[in-house]
């Protein structure tokens, strides 16, 4: 099946600072989603998003929309400890294959305190 | 409290034994899934079901089996078909299609 091209795979950094990320597809979205998972548990939602364009917050989390449909971009800004994590990005594609969430590699984020 | 219960948290099989994992929940949720996540990998989907008494395959089915005999309930199979079955199996649900899934806390499997 189709996954997505998420980007960096994995990060390393220094506490307090911002971070980015992002999911590509060559195939227009519908919805994008982004996951956080700790190590040993299931993912857990952190934003949704459902317009292009759109630009959504969770505290010092923020997720863009692209303009495009085919990508979609996750900040965290002052990163703290229990920011460690893979975090997942994972779309609703339109047309064939709209029953099913794709989902990217993950971005394995690491935090140097 | 609302949520997806996975059981057991690890499970341990010899080859050759097939061996069925829980998901239930308690959400109201119309469509489960279930997920497979090998280490360093995203999640690919086994199968997933919309309503009741129906399911459809994902990407890699072969080797599963599930029922949904419950709205509450999606079990899975891993039988002994499946070349590679040691990994981390995580079910999920959402209110209708595919937006917004809740995930459990997932079974770790290992064959022995």
């Known amino acids: 099946g189709q996954q997505l091209n998420q980007s960096p795979q994995s990060m390393f950094i220094q506490e307090g600072e911002d971070v980015s990320m992002n999911c590509t597809s060559s195939s227009i979205f519908n919805t994008w989603l982004w996951y956080k998972q700790d190590p040993g548990e299931g993912p857990v939602l952190l934003i949704a998003?459902?317009?292009?364009?759109e630009l959504t917050s969770n505290g010092r989390l923020t997720a863009q929309f692209g303009i495009t449909r085919k990508d979609s971009f996750l900040n965290i800004s002052a990163s703290i400890p229990s920011d460690v994590g893979i975090y997942f990005c994972a779309g609703q594609r339109m047309g064939q294959g709209a029953q099913k969430l794709v989902f990217g590699q993950g971005t394995r984020l690491t935090i140097n305190p | 409290d609302g949520g997806i219960t996975q059981s057991p948290k690890y499970l341990f099989r010899k080859e050759g034994q097939n061996v069925t994992l829980s998901c239930e929940q308690n959400?109201?949720?119309?469509?489960m899934y279930w997920y497979r996540q090998d280490p360093g990998q995203g999640l690919r989907l086994i199968y997933y079901s919309q309503i009741v008494n129906d399911f459809q395959k994902g990407d890699i089915a072969e080797g599963y089996s599930v029922s949904r005999e419950k709205k509450e309930s999606f079990p899975l199979t891993v039988t002994s078909a499946q070349k590679n079955p040691t990994a981390f199996y995580l079910c999920?649900?959402?209110?209708?299609?595919?937006?917004?899934?809740?995930f459990g806390p997932g079974t770790r499997l290992t064959v022995l």
């Open positions: 998003l459902y317009k292009a364009g």
């Open positions: 999920a649900s959402s209110i209708g299609g595919p937006n917004e899934q809740f």
């Open positions: 959400l109201n949720h119309d469509a």
